[in-house]
């Protein structure tokens, strides 16, 4: 019965509950946008429960602009987002998860 979730909604859900445990509320992570190649996701609060589901948002297609002063912040895990003191930490953050 289990099916395999995919595997944007296994990052959003490690990325949720590290914020969570960092201390921040579910109300305020609603609305957080998830790029994931050309899918966007959206947390949105269940205002019944208070949980955020995730929802997938009706388009075709994703096109994401940096400008050039956005320069990538090293000590950021690629794949979660999280923010680590070292490089290195970053690297290993989400390197040997499933
Ligand atoms: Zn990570």
Redesign the pocket.
């Known amino acids: 019965m289990t099916t395999k979730k995919m595997e944007s909604e296994q990052l959003i859900e490690?990325w949720v509950v590290r914020r969570i445990v960092s201390g921040e509320s579910t109300a305020s992570l609603a609305n957080t946008a998830f790029v994931y190649g050309n899918d966007l996701m959206r947390l949105v609060l269940d205002r019944a429960d208070g949980s955020l589901q995730i929802m997938k948002e009706p388009i075709d297609e994703v096109v994401v602009f940096r400008k050039p002063e956005d320069r990538d912040e090293e000590n950021v895990?690629r794949?979660?987002?999280?923010e680590h003191s070292t490089f290195k930490a970053a690297l290993e953050?989400?390197a040997y998860l499933d």
């Open positions: 490690r895990c794949c979660c987002g999280m953050c989400c």
